[in-house]
Nanobody, 123 residues
Framework: QVQLVESGGGLVQAGDSLRLSCAAS????????LGWFRQAPGKEREFVGG????????YYADSVKGRFTISRDNAKNTVYLQMNSLKPEDTAVYYC????????????????WGQGTHVTVSL
């Protein structure tokens, strides 16, 4: 069992940066791949990016590639989402999730989810 709690969301302007954190409880954290998803108002949830259990491999959606970076610190049971050059279309609730599978953007592959943190990007 892994419990996830996101933090770091807020209101920023276009072009700004923001770092989200996701703190996990449970000893099994280091065995799971972690992913970030987002859901904008009126839209379906979409995969943002993920990182494997060791932190060596990362994978991103095309919409954020080159702007967002995912990292993890297994000693702190925390995964991060560094978001640079933010755009208004990045406005969404951001969720972190844990999966026993690496390199997947499919929501059904993720077993545990956080409650989400809001990110709003204004012009």
């Amino acid at each position: 069992q892994v419990q996830l709690v996101e933090s770091g969301g807020g209101l920023v302007q276009a072009g700004d940066s923001l770092r989200l954190s996701c703190a996990a409880s449970g000893r099994a954290f280091s065995y799971y791949a972690l992913g970030w998803f987002r859901q904008a108002p009126g839209k379906e949830r979409e995969f943002v990016g993920g990182i494997d259990s060791s932190g060596v491999s990362t994978y991103y959606a095309d919409s954020v590639k080159g702007r967002f970076t995912i990292s993890r610190d297994n000693a702190k049971n925390t995964v991060y989402l560094q978001m640079n050059s933010l755009k208004p279309e990045d406005t969404a609730v951001y969720y972190c999730a844990a999966s026993p599978y690496s390199n997947t953007g499919r929501g059904s592959d993720y077993s545990f989810w956080g409650q989400g943190t809001h990110v709003t990007v204004s012009l």
